[in-house]
């Protein structure tokens, strides 16, 4: 059974960074391509950035770039979101999804939530 | 960007009755290799999104026969056959075409 699973949010101040993990089970991790995907409070869903299976392809939306990093280490399942700069605007609940057919697939992790305030 | 554009935004249905969601891109969602990346997600209060359909058309295992996908190029639709308590959510419409990946606004289901 797909299994993935959020960690490290939490609150912090403009500007502060946070480095969320998602750990996979239950499939081929490391062949497999991996999103975020956020939703803001009160808001819709929205791509964040996507990562191949390699690593070396990375994709990220126009407002996080040169803010968030994102890297992964197969051997233990695991993708990172490294979050700089934050800004009240990136405050949501940040999916793990992995790739399907292209974009998001099937399986999403349960979300850890980032709240950024003074 | 490719702008995902959903309507109704909120949809009141009565159960047991059908119910159809509309989605529309800015550009064709049809891909050079001949598929169509436009898949559909329902969003229950407390849930993690789930997805229903992909490829337009395709459902997804364990997604009750009720729903269905439809539709071509620019235009698509979510159809609803007979609507249960357990159909209440937000729905999103997914492009995965062409990069930046964008979700439609969302479509509220609630029962009447």
């Known amino acids: 059974q797909v299994h993935l699973v959020e960690s490290g949010g939490g609150a912090v101040q403009p500007g502060r960074s946070l480095r969320l993990s998602c750990i996979g089970s239950g499939f081929n991790f490391s062949s497999s391509t991996m999103h975020w995907v956020r939703q803001a409070p009160g808001k819709g869903l929205e791509w964040v950035a996507v990562?191949?299976?390699?690593?070396?392809?990375?994709y990220y939306i126009d407002s996080v770039k040169g803010r968030f990093t994102l890297s992964r280490d197969n051997s233990k399942s695991t993708v990172f979101l490294q979050m700089n700069s934050l800004r009240p605007d990136d405050m949501s609940l940040y999916y793990c999804v992995r790739g399907g057919t292209s974009g998001p697939g099937k399986y999403w992790g349960q979300g850890t939530l980032v709240t950024v305030s003074s | 960007d490719v702008v995902m554009t959903q309507s109704p935004r909120s949809l009141p249905v009565t159960l047991g009755q059908p119910a159809s969601i509309s989605c529309r891109s800015s550009q064709t969602l049809l891909y050079s290799d001949g598929n169509t990346y436009l898949d559909w997600f329902q969003l229950r209060p407390g849930q993690s999104p789930r997805r229903l359909i992909y490829k337009v058309s395709n459902r997804d295992s364990g997604v009750p026969d009720r729903f269905s996908g439809s539709g071509s190029g620019t235009d698509f639709t979510l159809k609803i056959s007979r609507v249960e308590a357990e159909d209440v959510g937000i729905y999103y419409c997914m492009q995965g075409t062409h990069w930046p990946v964008t979700f439609g606004g969302g479509t509220k289901v609630e029962i009447k």
């Open positions: 990562i191949s299976y390699d690593g070396r392809t990375r």
